[in-house]
């Protein structure tokens, strides 16, 4: 049934937090703890999509104490959303207050004013509950899609990974692929690692277009395919592990051992012969699936097309050699304005540092000047902080700062090139560019990225730096 949102009242029970007073407290817990309850997230994706999951009723109980009106026993959050959505003042002297006053009059507009629920006791809706909240219950509640169903659905929405994409080629040439997939399931981000590198292009004349389109530099798709079979199937070897190719002379050494199947060259004669052989190979393996982990689109920088897709003319003596594509050695691009003395002289210095001879400070500095840059802006714009220590208190976590910037600059979340920085806001883990894997590159010696990986993860941020220091350099900062 359809229920006035005026009418349905926040559970002061809600085991989202601990047991309060008052609707108005329960209000304030849900939305003064962002990080855990993501409300104003929430919030913006139901103005986007124009309403709520119509998949998914509220479950309410009547007000024993108060004829007429409910409470929310599952969906809270919601109801916290459209209610801060209709009240904006509800998000006062928080950080997410100015985001909420911009979405407002959109959501308005929608004219949502009832939602759909199902009224029970809280007895009985405790076990519908416990299904969408616990651990999948072996079964009985929701289960999270794995890294292979979550590569599966961005390849859906045409930002296939390169593992995924290669494989697709390998496919459309007529070699079976199910052993290769499962082969490399458990280690597809390491895979993901080396057909990222600048080196697929340089060396073996492959790339990789951001909608999972494979470029063969001669055009010849065909021995394209074949190169990527052999280099699946030697990395799906249960000797083939991460510690082959951390390094970014590791990766070129293995990628160097498939050049005599570079695209580069003039498709051989017999490069039929060739993907029947690698045919044959996968053939004589058997099936599986796969379980997979997307580090996400290629990194800005990275030769994402080093060739044609078409093949060579008829009638041409030679095939035409693509050159490779440069990658930026520098560490830092350029185009920053920075008034922040300190911060500047930092940016002059990351401008000049070599990521492939200094790869280890590398890795580190991205993570480095990506706290301090936000934190400059938080300080200089002055955002409210909800914890009492401010921005520099030490638990105060480096996404949650990211995501009041983001709040300050993209409060409607409109701009593309800023995708990469709200995953950063928004907790996502396994990406390149994400703090976990940020900080694995500082703290395990095992996990660096590529020098070519490495800029590519400040190329990622590059948007965002400029846009934070153009705001500070509007305000007079």
């Known amino acids: 049934m359809d229920i006035d949102i005026s009418s349905i009242s926040l559970d002061v029970e809600n085991f989202r937090h601990k047991k309060v007073a008052t609707e108005r407290d329960a209000i304030l817990a849900m939305l003064s703890d ?71 009059p959109e959501f308005l ?39 292979t169903a979550t590569a599966r659905s ?44 600048s080196h697929m292009g340089s060396i073996l004349g492959v790339g990789f277009e951001r909608d999972g389109t494979v470029t063969a530099a001669n055009g010849d798709l065909s021995g394209a395919a074949s190169l990527l079979s052999a280099m699946l ?30 695209v580069h060259k003039k498709a051989p004669a017999n490069s039929t012969q060739a993907s029947a052989a690698a045919a044959a190979g996968g053939q004589a393996r058997g099936n599986g699936t796969n379980q997979a982990n997307s580090s996400g689109p290629p990194p800005a920088g ?42 500047n002289k930092l940016y002059s210095e990351l401008k000049k540092l070599n990521v492939d001879t200094n790869p280890h400070i590398g890795a580190a500095m991205v993570r480095v000047f990506f706290e301090k840059a936000t934190m400059v802006f938080l300080e200089d714009m002055a955002v409210p902080c909800r914890n009492p220590n401010g921005w520099r208190d030490f638990n105060v976590k480096l996404k949650d700062k990211t995501a009041a910037a983001l709040n300050v600059v993209d409060a409607g979340k409109t701009n593309p090139k800023l995708q990469y920085v709200w995953e950063i806001a928004n907790g996502v883990q396994g990406k390149l560019h ?13 996990a660096l990225p590529s020098a070519s990986e490495i800029v590519g993860i400040w190329d990622r941020y590059h948007d965002y730096f400029k846009l934070i220091f153009e705001t500070l350099e509007k305000n007079g900062k």
Not at 434 to 446: E, G, M, P
């Open 34 to 104: 962002e990080r855990s309850h993501k409300v104003s997230d929430l919030a913006r994706d139901i103005v986007e999509l124009r309403g709520l999951d119509p998949s998914s009723r509220l479950i309410v109980m009547d007000d024993l104490s108060n004829p007429g009106q409910f409470i929310a026993l599952e969906g809270n959050r919601r109801i916290t959303a459209l209610k801060t959505l209709i009240n904006p003042d509800l998000a006062l002297n928080l950080t997410t207050h100015s985001l909420f006053r911009r979405l407002s």
């Open 109 to 147: 507009k929608l004219g949502i004013s009832t939602v759909d629920c199902i009224v029970l006791d809280r007895k009985s809706a405790s076990a519908w509950i416990k299904r969408k909240h616990y651990n999948a219950m072996g079964g009985r509640g929701v289960i999270q899609w794995n890294a």
């Open 154 to 197: 961005e390849a859906a929405e045409g930002r296939p990974p390169r593992w995924m994409a290669a494989l697709q080629l390998i496919a459309q040439q007529g070699i079976p692929t199910e052993a290769m997939e499962e082969d490399i399931s458990s280690k597809t981000t390491t895979v993901e690692r080396v057909l990222t590198s």
């Open 233 to 262: 199937l030697a990395m799906g070897r249960p000797d083939f592990t991460e510690t082959k190719v951390t390094s970014a002379t590791l990766q070129k050494e293995f990628i160097e051992g498939f050049e005599h199947l570079s």
């Open 302 to 343: 990275s030769p994402s097309g080093t060739g044609a897709q078409s093949q060579p003319a008829a009638g041409s003596s030679a095939t035409a050699r693509s050159k490779p594509v440069r990658q930026r050695t520098k560490l830092a691009d350029t185009g920053l304005r920075i008034g922040n003395h300190a911060l």
């Open 434 to 446: 994400t703090l976990d894997q940020l900080n694995r590159a500082i703290h395990d010696h095992s």
